[in-house]
Nanobody, 127 residues
Framework: QKQLVESGGGLVQSGGSLRLACAASGFSPGYDAIGWFRQAPGKEREGVSCISSSGTRLNYEDSVLGRFTISRDDAKKMVYLQMNSLKPEDTAVYYC????????????????????WGQGTQVTVSS
């Protein structure tokens, strides 16, 4: 059974850092592309970053480019989102998602491309 579990959220002051982790169980080696998404109250879920199954393609939403870094450790079946220079507008529930892309060098920031989702972890950035 494929399962994703996020951790690492919390409360941080503006300008601070957090590292989110996504544990992927039940996935095969060299498994799926992974995406990080977030949803703030009253807003639609948006793609933040993604990494291809090959690990060579990284995508970032414009507002986090240069501040967030996605990485994966396939041996541990973990995906990380390092978030630096956090801003109050980064406050949201963050989700990781996974799915198999036919092209191992591709990932996507559209939620409809992913079939497996974690339960989310809350990130709150105070001003």
């Amino acid at each position: 059974q494929k399962q994703l579990v996020e951790s690492g959220g919390g409360l941080v002051q503006s300008g601070g850092s957090l590292r989110l982790a996504c544990a992927a169980s039940g996935f095969s080696p060299g498994y799926d592309a992974i995406g990080w998404f977030r949803q703030a109250p009253g807003k639609e879920r948006e793609g933040v970053s993604c990494i291809s199954s090959s690990g060579t393609r990284l995508n970032y939403e414009d507002s986090v480019l240069g501040r967030f870094t996605i990485s994966r450790d396939d041996a541990k079946k973990m995906v990380y989102l390092q978030m630096n220079s956090l801003k109050p507008e980064d406050t949201a529930v963050y989700y990781c998602a996974a799915d198999e892309f036919r092209d191992p060098w591709r990932c996507a920031l559209q939620s409809g491309d992913y079939g497996y989702w974690g339960q989310g972890t809350q990130v709150t950035v105070s001003s």
